[in-house]
Structure formats: structure tokens, C-alpha cells
């Protein structure tokens, strides 16, 4: 079936910091693939997407490529803020979303 | 544009006593809508979703419900509260034509 798998946290860096957070996804046909970020006690909201292989989404700082080859779709910021400290989810669009666990990370000044 | 609303933002209820949390969607028609549980420190669980009034899909058995009585709200429902029933909940809604959701500011319950 459909799956999504993400790294472990927490991860932790200084500010400044480059971030990769990993994801990896297991799907038949064509899938959509997003990232969410969750601040503290709020809902999640759309952080980027990308809709077919090789698209890149941006957004805020953050990308991420969808690696078809790989079935990847690693978010990569090249200079992280104590404000990016959030839980980041990978998901993937089928019929359906699904969620990876999520990953915290924290940012320290 | 569209916006979403969840109330109650918190609850904290007794073990046994009834629930009723309530989602809006506002600037769209004919959404998906989509009932999640996030428990402390875990993923997301999705409860329920619907495609239309009065249509509910259940995901995972339990002593929740659902309802959707009108194009734009939706209700999550319990006739008796168990400790385990604690957790964030999130309300979400998606046009027919994207994969993407988009996630209400959710709720948090505390069970007594």
C-alpha cells in the first residue's frame, strides 16, 4: 500500500543551520507530494508541494524536490530561524492523504 | 478567500460525559471535509471524512461519530468519553479537484 517515512527527531541545529529533513514514499501510479509544518498548539498548514517528477515546491526558505527515482522528497532550507522550530510532515495525494509521523525540529539561537 | 473554523479551542471534559466539536468552512462549496486525532508527540489519525451531506466515512472504529448536516459543517460527536479520547483534534477540508488539505486551528480535548 501507500506509505510515507520519515527521519526520526528531534533534530537540532543552531541558527543558520542548512536542514534536510528526509521523507521517502512507497505508491502506485502518481502521486502529489506536500509538506506541512505544525508551529506549537496550532493546526498545520500547506508548506510547499510538488505534483510530478522533477517538480521543485518553495516556499519561505524551504524546498524540496520530487525524486521519482529515488521516491524522495527531502525538505532542504539552506539557513534555518529559532521561528522555523516546528513538527514538518511529509505527505503524500493519492485518493487519499497520507502522513508521514513527523519530525520536530528545534532551532537554538 | 476560504477560511476554516474549529470550536471549542480547548475542553477538558469528564470520563463518561458527552462531546460535540464543530468545524465551518467559509468561501468554498462542496469540500471534502476531513475529521483528524493527533495524540501527545504522535502523527496524525484520520477519524473521519465526508464528500456531502449526510455522507460519512469512517476510518477507524471507535465511540466517536460523525455528522455533516449541512454542505459546510462538520460534527464530531461521542455519547460517552473514555480517557483515551484526549488528544488534539483538527478539522480539514480539500476541493474535489487537489490533494491538498487544509487544516483548521483544531481543538484540544482533555479527558478526565
Known amino acids: 500500500g501507500n506509505s510515507v517515512t520519515q527521519m526520526e527527531g528531534p533534530v537540532t541545529l543552531s541558527e543558520e543551520a542548512f536542514l534536510t529533513i528526509n521523507c521517502t514514499y512507497t505508491a502506485t501510479g502518481y502521486p502529489s507530494l506536500f509538506w506541512y509544518v505544525q508551529y506549537p498548539g496550532e493546526g498545520l498548514q500547506l508548506l510547499l508541494k510538488a505534483t510530478k517528477a522533477d517538480d521543485k515546491g518553495s516556499n519561505k526558505g524551504f524546498e524540496a524536490t520530487y525524486r521519482k527515482e529515488t521516491t524522495s522528497f527531502h525538505l532542504e532550507k539552506g539557513s534555518v530561524q529559532v521561528s522555523d522550530s516546528a513538527v514538518y510532515f511529509c505527505?503524500?495525494?493519492?485518493?487519499?492523504?497520507?502522513f508521514g509521523t513527523g519530525t520536530r525540529l528545534q532551532v537554538f539561537p | 478567500s476560504q477560511t476554516i473554523h474549529q470550536w471549542p479551542a480547548t475542553l477538558v471534559q469528564p470520563v463518561g460525559s458527552p462531546l460535540s466539536l464543530e468545524c465551518t468552512v467559509e468561501g468554498t462549496s462542496n469540500p471534502n471535509l476531513y475529521w483528524y486525532r493527533q495524540a501527545a508527540g504522535r502523527g496524525l489519525q484520520l477519524l473521519f471524512y465526508?464528500?456531502?451531506?449526510?455522507?460519512i466515512s469512517s476510518e477507524v472504529p471507535q465511540n466517536l461519530s460523525a455528522s455533516r448536516p449541512q454542505d459546510r459543517q462538520f460534527i464530531l460527536s461521542s455519547k460517552k468519553l473514555l480517557l483515551s479520547d484526549s488528544g488534539f483534534y483538527l478539522c480539514a477540508w480539500n476541493n474535489r479537484r487537489a490533494y491538498e488539505q487544509y487544516f483548521g486551528p483544531g481543538t484540544r480535548l482533555t479527558v478526565t
Open positions: 465526508s464528500v456531502g451531506i449526510g455522507q
Open positions: 505527505a503524500l495525494g493519492t485518493d487519499k492523504l497520507i
